[in-house]
């Protein structure tokens, strides 16, 4: 108990020190766009593994999503993607989802909520195969020397069962004389419960050919196991701390992004199978994505 309130403490202090910050002024951020035009964007991009909450499957899930989003000049947008599994033994869509939302910006704060309805193919075995969609809302402000961004998500699984989140990064960007290239290194903590790392543990790790196969499991046979039960699900507390350094590079309506990203996971989770309390074993990932996007401006 000590150690969580010290951690909780450390996460309070944290997201308090991070809005208090003032710094020198910087010239211009790539990322901010002044234009009142709607639009639209076609992106593709690549993911090594699907990491969420520095939570993963077992068997590494790279991910090629391609995705179309409509922005209207007052702020409401929709948008749309798939996203492929590359694995040679696994190649499949394994996600579809759809996005509507309202972003707004000002000269320094941005602000964006949105709505998510997953879908997801029933071989999936993405640590997040169970949600079926999330609620989410994002403020980002800019104090020149950092950014600071809070995010709040609601999820909601299958079973009715539902996780909140809370995360929070600092970042600074290093902007090209030309505006053309930007690196902005970035530490993110994120906070929230574990219902849906429940629900993917009792069907992707204990269901079907998996109780045998790759990874943490506990052994044994679906057939024999009556109940299955992670102690901390409704816990809020630490699920991850990361650290990625995203990198753009844009040529008029062309940009290329690449963000490598390495994330400390916290809080391990005690998983209780037939009154059998096995300890979940844990460990930093490295991650990476790469993306190409196009923008399409439309006529005011």
């Known amino acids: 108990m000590k150690n969580v309130s010290f951690n909780l403490a450390i996460v309070i202090l944290f997201i308090l020190f991070s809005n208090l910050i003032i710094g020198q002024k910087k010239d211009s951020n790539v990322q901010m766009d002044s234009t009142k035009n709607s639009y639209f ?3 593709l991009n690549y993911v090594s593994d699907a990491i969420f909450m520095g939570r993963k499957d077992s068997i590494s ?11 209207h000049k007052s702020g409401f947008y929709g948008s ?4 492929y599994l590359t694995k040679p033994d696994q190649s499949r869509v394994d ?3 759809v996005t509507a939302g309202f972003d707004f910006k000002t000269k320094k704060l941005l602000g964006d909520f949105s709505i998510t309805k997953y879908f997801f193919n029933e071989e999936s075995f993405n ?14 402000y800019d104090f020149d020397l950092l950014n600071v961004s809070v995010s709040a998500s609601t999820f909601f699984n299958n079973s009715s069962s539902s996780d909140f989140f809370l995360s929070s990064e600092l970042s600074h960007d290093f902007i090209s004389e030309n505006q053309q290239f930007q690196i ?3 530490v993110g903590i994120n906070l929230g419960s574990q219902n849906f790392y429940e629900e993917y543990y009792v069907i992707n790790r204990l269901g079907g050919d998996r109780v045998s196969g790759n990874g943490n499991n506990t052994g044994g046979s679906l057939e024999n196991i009556t109940t299955v039960s992670i102690q901390e699900s409704e816990k809020f507390d630490i699920m991850a701390i990361e650290f990625s350094l995203p990198m753009w590079y844009t040529h008029k309506d062309l940009t290329i992004s690449f963000l490598p990203a390495l994330v400390f996971p916290q809080s391990k989770a005690n998983i209780v199978v037939d009154e059998e309390l096995v300890e979940e074993d844990l460990k930093e990932t490295f991650y990476w994505m790469v993306g190409l996007s196009y923008r399409f401006n439309l006529k005011k």
Do not use: R, W
């Not at 749309?80 to 996203?83: A, D, L, N, P």
């Open 41 to 43: 964007t076609v992106d």
């Open 61 to 71: 899930a790279p991910y090629l999503y391609p995705s179309m989003t409509y922005h």
């Open 80 to 83: 749309g993607s798939f996203s």
């Open 95 to 97: 996600l579809f989802l």
């Open 127 to 140: 640590v997040i195969s169970e949600v079926e969609a999330d609620v989410t809302a994002n403020l980002s």
């Open 184 to 186: 902005s290194p970035t």
